[in-house]
């Protein structure tokens, strides 16, 4: 999952590494103050003398310009030595870093947000640094890039935290994995304790009932269903009652796979709308899509609205462009990524567990 994108931000990483120690290698050692006879210092003690910083308005009015540029001269403490990253020291593998996240789909502004981050966070302030510079690049990439995740949705603590039965409808375009989806989800909560009903919800496309009914019976998931041509809506207000009548935690409403500019299908979503009155409207899309995935769920919210994501095939991404501008772009979390066919492969979206993944371990 991810691998491409995973190479190229290991490649970065040291780019920014060696970046920033060639411009510690390129400053002077500090000068270390003189004690009293007998004290000994247990870490060098920096004269003021040792931090000849021209200010950057002393150095703009040395370079002739009027203001400091944008980014001014900090320290940064670096293997206990006191280091300045300056903008032009970590310039070029920005751009590298901007070049490889367009490449691998992140969205335009998404990049600009992550490239505004880092460099906020190398050039902006005073930190202090632990064993090595790698983990300085490495803790702010991963906060710019937990920045632009948000914050996910943990499935589970939300039902607990709600009133039963959560009624859960999935929507998108077509074959991009709702069904499977939605059979995935059910067995992850069956996993987790919770008792669920699915609602046929697609009566429109041949064999949709069929395919459903199919993965609810080998998961042992009771599924209400109605004749092939019917209003969805009457099916899954019925699964609404079923629920209330036998005290299910849980409704997961399959629809059809339908495209934001066909006005009649988005009609009959919105009356499913009204008559469901669901919990959580989840988009479905494919991770990779890449942008257009992160274009159509951006649609989606905007014409039916959206409560959350679940990128689908995310196991044949390598680029997870779409898995990292999503939430940022429609203000959505993420809820789950789809990781292949079988039924276990869903994983609840954690952006911690998900940034590790893309910081650690070997392509
Ligand atoms: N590799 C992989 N394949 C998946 C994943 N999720 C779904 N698929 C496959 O994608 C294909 C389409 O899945 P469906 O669940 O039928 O998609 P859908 O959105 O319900 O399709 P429509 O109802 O026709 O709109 C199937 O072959 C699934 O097995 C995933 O996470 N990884
Ligand atoms: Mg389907």
Redesign the pocket.
């Known amino acids: 999952m991810f691998d491409s994108l995973k190479k190229k931000l290991q490649n970065i990483r040291s780019k920014f590494a060696s970046n920033i120690e060639e411009a510690a290698a390129a400053q002077p050692e500090p000068q270390v103050a003189e004690l009293p006879a007998g004290v000994e210092a247990k870490e060098p003690v920096p004269t003021p003398a040792a931090e000849p910083v021209p200010s950057a308005a002393e150095e703009a009015v040395e370079e002739g310009r009027q203001k400091p540029t944008f980014f001014e001269r900090v320290k940064v403490l670096v293997r206990d030595r006191e280091v300045l990253i300056l903008e032009k020291d970590i310039e070029e593998p920005l751009f590298e870093l901007e070049m490889v996240l367009l490449e691998n789909d992140v969205a335009l502004p998404v990049t600009d947000e992550i490239i505004a981050r880092m460099r906020r966070d190398l050039v902006g302030r005073q930190r202090k640094i632990g064993a090595s510079v790698d983990d300085l690049v490495v803790s702010t990439l991963r906060s710019a890039l937990c920045g632009v995740l948000g914050e996910g949705l943990d499935l589970s603590r939300y039902i607990r935290e709600h009133e039963r039965p959560v009624k859960i409808l999935?929507t998108?375009?077509?074959?991009?994995?709702?069904?499977?989806?939605?059979?995935?989800v059910g067995h992850y909560l069956q996993k987790n304790g919770f008792s669920v009903v699915i609602g046929a919800g697609?009566t429109f496309?041949a064999g949709?009932i069929e395919?459903?009914r199919t993965h609810a019976d080998r998961l042992g998931i009771k599924t209400i269903q109605h004749q092939a041509g019917a209003d969805p809506s009457a099916v899954l207000f019925d699964a609404v009652q079923y629920a209330k009548a036998h005290d299910i935690d849980v409704i997961l409403a399959?629809?059809?796979?339908?495209f934001h500019n066909r006005a009649n299908l988005m009609n009959q979503l919105e009356k499913i709308r009204r008559v469901m009155k669901p919990d959580l409207v989840v988009y479905?899309d494919?991770?990779v899509a890449g942008n257009d995935a992160v274009i159509r769920a951006d649609e989606f919210n905007k014409a039916v609205g959206t409560d959350a994501v679940v990128?689908?095939?995310?196991?044949?991404d390598p680029k997870g462009g779409a898995a990292i501008s999503v939430a940022h772009t429609v203000g959505k979390p993420i809820l789950f990524?789809?990781?292949?066919?079988g039924y276990d492969?869903?994983m609840p979206f954690d952006p911690r567990v998900v940034v590790d993944e893309l910081l650690g371990g070997e392509a």
């Open positions: 999935f998108g375009v077509n074959g991009t994995g709702k069904t499977t989806t939605v059979a995935k697609d496309r949709a395919q459903i399959d629809t059809a796979g339908r479905v494919e991770a990128l689908t095939k995310a196991d044949m990524l789809g990781t292949g066919q492969d869903i």
